[in-house]
């Protein structure tokens, strides 16, 4: 029996977001919302770039809830 594709979990748009933003943290011009600071960290970069894919309406998985 052959394997079922299986569907993206992130749109190609979601990861052109993530891939930007990526570019611009290690250009240093990447800039955190509010408070406009500098953004250093990895995770931060990539959490940027997905709230920027759900606000464009990109297929992105929900944010887990803190408990």
């Known amino acids: 029996m052959a394997k079922k594709a299986k569907k993206r979990k992130y749109s190609r748009g979601a990861a052109?977001?993530?891939?930007?933003?990526?570019?611009?943290?290690?250009?240093?011009?990447?800039?955190?919302?509010?408070?406009?600071?500098?953004?250093?960290?990895?995770k931060q970069a990539i959490a940027i770039g997905l709230s920027e894919a759900r606000r464009s309406g990109a297929r992105v998985p929900k944010k887990k809830q803190k408990s």
């Open 16 to 42: 052109k977001k993530v891939k930007r933003a990526m570019k611009k943290r290690k250009s240093g011009t990447l800039r955190s919302g509010r408070s406009g600071k500098k953004v250093k960290s990895r």
